[in-house]
DNA sequence: AGCAGCAGTTTAATGGTTTCCATAAATGTC
DNA sequence: GACATTTATGGAAACCATTAAACTGCTGCT
């Protein structure tokens, strides 16, 4: 490995002599400028980032946690992510939760201990008001943007989120024009700022539209196709009077039609399914569905913008993308009669 | 930030001292050792890894580099080489080449001025026989696993590959034993391995069953939906006479089946349609896709274990996985006559 | 003479670890 | 019991690759 002081010695010259040449700093000519980066480009010299980085104090480094990539939404933000701070010289750690706040403790105690610049946190979100590692990040006035809502315990930081609020708001508006009077809401896990605020907006626009919002329809799922699987045979179960499902991602949503379409109920005509995200899997699922587009390309600029404005020691506001709906297949006028209610009846 | 010296200042012992009890190392007596993790723990203290990598010549960083997160396998592949490399105390460091050589080459570039330990490589393919990065790499002897299948520019590194030829194999057999004689072969770009064994694959099996591989029933698509849609589009327009479809993975598929779809053609009654990774796209798509399950998980483990060998000084060698075989509704029994030429015919 | 500017060099610092050395206690030897 | 030898414990200095800051001659200008 070709260090500064073997150009050095080659050349005959000081360390500092080859490290300022290589820089273009002012104080050296430029003939002997040209002289060290020939030589240091014919012996192959790559810097040393690590050493650099112990130097100046900075290691253009940013760390990404999130909680995996089984998310689609999650393989797009971080790829807008990547993409800008590549441009600006940064690269990027990568980092999974896998929804497990402990394992989001060591993902970011090992960044901070690499002296990340940055952090672009995707929270594992829980009850508490507070959380240590959250608590020592804003001790150590680590630059840190949170990706999606902020939560009582990581308040402080700076966020970059989806107008979850308004999105779930015109979902459900858009099911209710349709005529649906009975819309089921099919949430993720209950802590989550997400789920509450797209359960708000549901809750909103039947509000709105004069209907009660009854605590039959409101399941608590999760955040898989599995979780979706399972919310549908609840439903089924239950016979439940629902026109409309309203569920609290694609995954869940897609996961629930699948078991519908199985038991043969069709979709949208014996039931409208609607989902949120407009992951690749919503645009192609059997039934192309009906769902608000995360902006996840302008999510992630955006979080990055807001991370740069950090750096430069400013205090970025928070900033709420609004979510565009997204009009496919899967949503549709109601049926005279909730087909689920058919179904258990058929069964007894 | 907390450092050694401050520990060290506060205790009233030297830095050794504290560096030596803080790694277990022999010379330092248990009740120092628990005194100084204590101390080191109540100041919150955090080792600084830019400095140990400088010291001790290894970083504890991995460079993953792949095309880009738009195809799901590559999501599945980087979870479970994250996930070995977390337990194993690595990092890992992401770079997009976004199927540019120049990228790619900025990319590992940069991961080897960061001093990684090793590098995980989805190359971009060339026709080349030699890439210039790749000479560097053998030179330098940085550890290095291709992810994917070699090419001469990169023979002589390490690698792990899905065994492409025989699940190319296995796909066209599986649309030959259902009866279809006119089998379309929608490849990827040509420069890619995988391209070239599925087809190599595709070319046995019509072989061993006594068909001919007819020239016409050749398509270049690439890797992509829209690939795959404007493959469907040129089929339609020549009238082709195939009653079944193999695509170069389930994203081409998936485009291709859409237009297809949308033209009211039915699948599989009137022609059959199979995938090739297994990706959630296939499991979820319209009419689920009969497709070769890639060993996504399987394959990163063993990038790792490649890797750990590298790392250890030995040669690993090169590892294929066999993909399997998964049926779904996408394939069937040919239809009496073809339907694109119907179509064709429709129209004129 | 005094001062500015050029083209470098020397020194010190970044934070931690390896290698070698120093001290004292414990043990061994006759 | 006196001395050598070993062991336990800890410290000093060098080192990893790079860079900021201060410094050294030298030339040219006023």
């Given amino acids: 490995m070709v260090r500064l002081k073997d150009i050095a010695a080659r050349a005959g010259v000081s360390i500092m002599t080859v490290s300022k040449a290589l820089r273009d700093e002012p104080d050296v000519s430029d003939a002997t400028k040209t002289r060290m980066k020939l030589l240091a480009r014919e012996m192959g010299y790559v810097p040393d980032s690590t050493a650099q980085g112990l130097r100046n104090r900075t290691t253009k480094l940013f760390g990404l946690v999130i909680p995996s990539l089984a998310n689609p939404i999650f393989a797009r933000l971080v790829l807008a992510i990547q993409e800008r701070a590549h441009e600006l010289g940064y690269d990027v750690l990568l980092g999974y939760t896998l929804h497990n706040p402990e394992r989001e403790e060591t993902c970011i105690r090992r960044f901070l201990s690499r002296r990340v610049d940055g952090l672009f946190l995707s929270p594992v979100y829980r009850l508490e008001t507070e959380a240590r590692v959250y608590q020592e990040l804003l001790a150590r006035k680590t630059p840190a943007v949170i990706l999606g809502h902020t939560a009582p315990f990581c308040s402080q930081f700076a966020n970059v989120a989806t107008d979850d609020l308004t999105a779930g708001h015109v979902l459900t508006q858009h099911l209710v024009q349709l005529g649906h009077k009975r819309i089921a809401f099919l949430g993720g896990p209950p802590a989550t700022p997400w789920t509450r605020e797209r359960f708000e907006g549901y809750r909103r626009a039947l509000r709105q539209a004069g209907l009660e919002v009854d605590e039959k329809l409101i399941f608590q799922a999760g955040r898989t196709a599995e979780d979706g699987a399972k919310a549908a045979v609840q439903m089924i179960n239950e016979g439940s009077d629902a026109t409309a499902i309203q569920a609290v991602n694609d995954l869940v949503a897609a996961g629930c039609a699948e078991v519908l379409l199985r038991q043969s109920v069709k979709i949208p005509e014996d039931i409208s399914v609607v989902g949120f995200g407009n992951s690749m899997l919503s645009e192609y699922f059997r039934v192309p569905l009906t769902t608000m587009n995360q902006p996840k390309h302008r999510l992630g600029a955006a979080a990055v913008d807001s991370m740069l404005q950090l750096l430069r020691g400013n205090r ?33």
Same sequence: chains 1, 2.
Avoid at 320 to 332: D, E, F, M
């Fill in 316 to 348: 970025p506001e928070a900033k709420r993308l609004t979510a565009q709906l997204v009009i496919r297949a899967s949503s549709g006028t109601p049926p005279a009669t909730s087909v689920l209610e058919r179904l258990k009846t058929l069964r007894t």
